[in-house]
């Protein structure tokens, strides 16, 4: 009877040692043809804790190897670089600029200027970031995205002051008066302007994601410094300048000239758009916006994988190695942990439930092997690691860890009362979207609500900010638009050198959409302050319209074009996740400054004529008076300075 016993006991370790056996046949090491081959590398310290300079010595190391007939590939969790910070694609972008800023002041101390005081600032934002990288976590693009922030709106909020000074100067007001008068007034709708995007990047701290709350505090510290170079810096070479800050034509009539009231540009116009052109151009921004918003409708988050790295990388090679070799599963195998019912199992009957889940979740048509890997002493917990059938980033395992974490996966099986866990590179990238898509619509609510406040207050109107903040979505809904096309079906992916598609990097639409509310706030700014003015002073709605955006929209393009060209800049880089926000940067501004303020807004206000500067007179009671562009000291100045000449 002992031997029966243990013949049974005997042939029972057996079947499970052969069930083990055909569960773990999916999940070699070595490929079928035995050309590629996996290696694993543990460390003594958790993932987070890691030296990521031990980590490259580590991949370094088998790279110089040098075995024979061996060619080592480590993987994106070895190869980690650290993105170039500047490259000749940045330098380009911001000679471009500089051809801008040279065409629009005609003088090459004029373009100089907002160039210098721009670097200087970066220079600042930027060391001062990577000084507390040693104590501070941050990913490797926080100081870039500063860097790009920080160039951009430092360069335009120098020219707004710039800008403003040279008109004064050319109307005939004495230098001093004049870099006065600006700071007072572009540089108080600069500080203003500066602002709204400090506010809406720390407003990322909000999301509960650590590393994006820290991009945003960063980026945010660089476009404060940005602003407070532009009121100090900037006037203060103003001073030093003087007045070959114009071209010789314009000291030569700026020293006839009587001081006047800037935007003398809008003071000649007479009468509004044409209705009808004003109609056909609303019917077509619209059109525009939402042909150019559909993609959004597929639009997926996560993190990109080694599938979108540039090709000549070792990350990319090994990827692709794998996915030929083993599966594409095989990029970031899942981690299970299963919860046992039964806290005083026996070692063979846990292996019997360790096994029986394995086999239940490899049938499923998204997982391609599902393997015990162990058990805790108690025989409590018991471990599995599962390749999927697609690659980390792709919507079936994005599908599959949802499910697995969902009551029921095991439903009607003998192990239904097993309570799994899912753990993974691949599945923290997916809770990391999760928690990220879930704060945006919460994220948009607060920028829209600050949006609607700051335009009631400064332009005393309920329709204007309205149409700007409806704007503002559909310039954004159109960038998400054009970015999934690109990065996510594929559109156009020669052109940026993407070797991959793939969902849209997590925290980029929360990113864009923080970025471009402050930007869009500085356009709407420098435009609808000039048709409030207008309005205030007697011109008819619809030819005030036409004033403020005569008055503002030579600025304005100039400020866009420099933007456009600054975040262009890093498109062309080898780092997917630059090249995605740079882009989107890029076309956001484009749209929001070309499409919605220079045309549909103006537009739509023409259309509404008186109905666009209502405002409830309760509500123009409580409201604070918050004269952004310094009227009042525009006009205290102008008086004091009646027949200042050169």
């Keep these: 009877e002992t031997s029966r016993q243990e013949l049974e006991d005997g042939q029972l370790e057996l079947d499970r040692g052969q069930a083990m056996l055909d569960l773990s046949d999916g999940m070699g090491t070595v490929s079928d043809d035995g050309d590629t081959a996996l290696m694993m590398i543990n460390f003594p310290q958790a993932a987070q804790e890691l030296d990521m300079e031990e980590v490259t010595a580590v991949s370094q190391t088998l790279v110089d190897a040098d075995i024979d007939g061996v060619e080592v590939l480590p993987t994106q969790d070895l190869s980690f670089e650290m993105p170039a910070m500047f490259s000749m694609a940045e330098v380009i972008g911001l000679l471009v600029a ?62 707004f002051i710039l800008h403003r000074h040279r008109q004064q100067l050319k109307d005939g007001m004495g230098v001093t008066d004049s870099i006065a008068l600006a700071n007072g007034t572009s540089g108080n709708a600069v500080i203003f302007a500066g602002a709204t995007v400090v506010i809406a990047l720390l407003a990322l701290n909000v999301t509960g994601v650590g590393f994006l709350g820290m991009m945003g505090t960063v980026a945010a510290f660089c476009v404060l410094v940005a602003a407070l170079m532009a009121v100090t810096m900037t006037p203060a070479l103003l001073s030093v300048t003087g007045y070959t800050i114009l071209s010789k034509k314009e000291r030569r009539s700026a020293g006839r000239a009587k001081a006047r009231p800037q935007q003398h540009n809008g003071d000649k116009v007479t009468s509004g758009m044409r209705t009808g052109n004003t109609v056909l151009a609303t019917v077509g921004a619209v059109a525009l916006l939402i042909f150019l918003a559909l993609p959004v409708g597929s639009l997926r988050l996560g993190l990109p994988d080694a599938s979108q790295e540039p090709a000549d990388s070792t990350a990319y090679q090994a990827y692709q190695e794998t996915e030929e070799s083993f599966g594409e599963g095989m990029n970031s195998p899942l981690l299970v942990l299963a919860d046992l019912p039964d806290s005083d199992l026996s070692e063979g009957e846990a292996t019997d439930q360790q096994i029986a889940v394995a086999e239940h979740l490899a049938e499923r048509d998204d997982v391609e092997t599902a393997v015990p890997t162990g058990m805790n002493d108690d025989h409590s917990v018991i471990a599995l690691a599962i390749v999927p059938t697609d690659g980390p ?76 903040t409806l704007g503002f979505v559909g310039s ?65 709605p619809k030819v005030a319209v036409r004033k403020g955006l ?33 882009l989107a940067l890029a076309v956001g501004v484009l749209l929001d400054a070309f499409v919605v303020r220079l045309l549909l807004v103006p537009s739509v206000l023409h259309l509404l004529g008186p109905a666009a500067w209502w405002l409830p007179k309760w509500i123009d009671r409580i409201l604070p008076d918050v004269d952004v562009e310094g009227a009042a000291l525009e006009e205290e100045i102008i008086k004091r300075s009646q027949g200042a000449g050169i």
């Design 98 to 159: 500089a051809v801008v800023l040279l065409v629009m002041l005609g003088t090459f101390i004029g373009a100089g200027l907002p160039l210098l005081n721009a670097l200087i600032g970066v220079g600042i934002g930027v060391a001062g970031a990577m000084s507390l990288s040693g104590a501070i976590e941050m990913m490797s693009i926080t100081p870039i995205l500063g860097l790009m922030l920080g160039l951009a709106v430092g360069i335009d909020y120098s020219l």
């Design 393 to 468: 980033a792709s919507e079936s395992t994005e599908n599959l860890v949802h499910e697995l974490r969902a009551d029921g996966v095991l439903a009607d099986t003998e192990v239904a009362d097993v309570e799994l866990s899912i753990a993974g590179a691949a599945a923290a990238s997916i809770d990391i979207s999760d928690v990220v898509a879930d704060a945006l619509p919460v994220y948009l609510a607060v920028v829209i609500g600050l949006s609607l406040l700051l335009m009631i207050m400064v332009f005393r109107s309920l329709l204007l900010p309205l149409v700007a």
């Design 476 to 540: 954004f809904a159109a960038t998400m638009g054009i970015i999934v096309a690109i990065f996510q079906w594929g559109w156009f992916g020669d052109v940026f050198d993407i070797t991959g598609t793939g969902p849209i990097l997590t925290f980029l639409p929360i990113l864009v959409m923080g970025i471009l509310f402050g930007l869009s706030m500085d356009y709407q700014l420098f435009t609808a302050t000039g048709m409030r003015e207008a309005y205030v002073q007697g011109s008819a």
């Design 550 to 582: 005569v008055a503002g929209r030579a600025v304005v393009t100039a400020a866009a074009l420099i933007m456009i060209s600054v975040f262009a800049g890093f498109v062309f880089t080898d780092d997917v996740m630059i090249t995605s926000i740079g």
